[in-house]
């Protein structure tokens, strides 16, 4: 098993390392889920019957367990199932001595959930870990969880001490996953820590960032991501520009459908939405009908609509653009494209709202909404 990201695989990257390093010490701290919303949900299947090595408890029903792999652990879970509904046990010491716990709510599938709190040996150090546990009588062979602890603290950097969090989003009570955990740095100094999929601030644990015009990159985490060093980069790191409103629009370039270049600076003095979308993409044909109108608008006071298709080929945006009429320009940028990249596009639609000048002023908008924050925009730069 692979764990800490090591120097080795920051060189291997490409990424050179200054001598001078930087150490946090990072907290336990419960609510990754409202922090970051809930990580991928993991399941673990109950077995029927009473688990072995755990000391005897009285039952009023039909037993069934599992064991949730966490942090390098075995925590057994007990369901016991009566006829007055389903009571959980967990062993959350790891010490063989299953104690009740209550459900805390019941989600409108007739889910049950409950939150835990584990008590991990990493290695000799004991450190508290959150999971929720989550059981529906419609499946009941399965027990579903997710982790809602993460790590916090500060990197303390020449010019500031920076915030900086951790996050365990694949729940194996680890933190040094460079594939699947992330890392949170709070690159503006605004105190807060902006966890959105294409937030400027969130990072893979072996990304680097870019602070007050410095370049750092994570050396080593933790395994338990209670300690975490950063070392600056030799190489420039460019920073990740906000795609809030408020912020400049990135700009690109590129050819649309017709093979005219067109570039976001080019269309300076305009006001310019941008609907990222695919032909395959239930809701995204769905908001094609309020495009047109919105194109009709936007031409009416020199504004334009630019369609950014993710399809994944080129062949299928052609189709799509077809099959539904669109009329308006377009740009095939394909499933990793470069806009798509710059605007680190994670979920479609995704439509963003550019003022004349330059200026993000709405996002991620749906049906009248958009149509809404467009008149808005309108009326303002009539009135300025």
């Not at 020199?302 to 080129?314: E, K, N, T």
């Not at 099959?323 to 470069?338: A, F, K, L, S, T």
Request: one cysteine or more; a negative charge.
């Amino acid at each position: 098993m692979r764990r800490g990201i090591a120097i080795s695989l920051l060189t291997l990257a490409g990424i050179g390392l200054a001598a001078l390093g930087y150490e946090a010490d990072l907290s336990s701290i419960d609510g990754g889920a409202d922090l970051a919303g809930i990580p991928p949900v993991q399941g673990v299947k109950l077995e029927p019957g009473f688990p072995a090595g755990m000391e005897l408890i009285e039952l009023d029903g039909e037993p069934s367990y599992a064991r949730l792999p966490i942090g390098g652990r075995s925590f057994t879970l007990l369901l016991d199932r009566s006829e007055d509904g389903a009571r959980l046990y967990v062993d959350r010491e790891g010490d063989g001595d299953l104690r009740p716990v209550d459900w805390e709510a019941i989600l409108p599938d007739g889910t049950l959930v409950s939150r835990v709190d584990l008590l991990i040996d990493y290695d000799g150090t004991i450190s508290p870990y959150r999971a929720v546990l989550m059981w529906n009588g419609l499946i009941p062979t399965v027990l579903t969880y997710y982790s809602d602890s993460y790590r916090l603290g500060v990197i303390p950097l020449p010019k500031r001490d920076v915030k900086v969090a951790l996050l365990d989003q694949n729940s194996d009570g680890f933190y040094d996953d460079p594939d699947r955990d992330f890392l949170l740095v709070d690159v503006d100094g605004d105190g807060e820590l902006l966890a959105a999929p294409d937030s400027h601030e969130r990072f893979a644990p072996d990304e680097p960032f870019n602070i007050d015009g410095t370049g750092y990159v994570v050396a080593s985490i933790s395994p338990d991501g209670s300690r975490t060093l950063v070392e600056e980069s030799e190489d420039p790191v460019e920073p990740k520009p906000p795609l809030l409103p408020g912020y400049p629009a990135p700009d690109f370039s590129a050819l649309d459908s017709d093979g005219n270049p067109i570039s976001l600076s080019d269309l300076r003095g305009r006001i310019v939405v941008l609907d990222f979308w695919a032909g395959w993409c239930t809701p995204c044909v769905e908001e094609l009908d309020m495009l047109a109108l919105l194109a009709e608008e936007l031409a009416e006071v020199g504004g334009v609509l630019i369609g950014i298709d993710l399809d994944r080929s080129l062949d299928a945006f052609r189709a799509a653009v077809a099959e539904h009429g669109i009329d308006y320009r377009q740009v095939y940028d394909g499933p990793d494209g470069p806009i798509g990249e710059i605007y680190r596009i994670g979920g479609i639609p995704m439509i963003y709202l550019i003022d004349e000048d330059g200026i993000i002023r709405d996002r991620d908008l749906r049906g009248d909404d958009s149509i809404d924050a467009v008149d808005r925009l309108i009326a303002e730069e009539d009135a300025g």
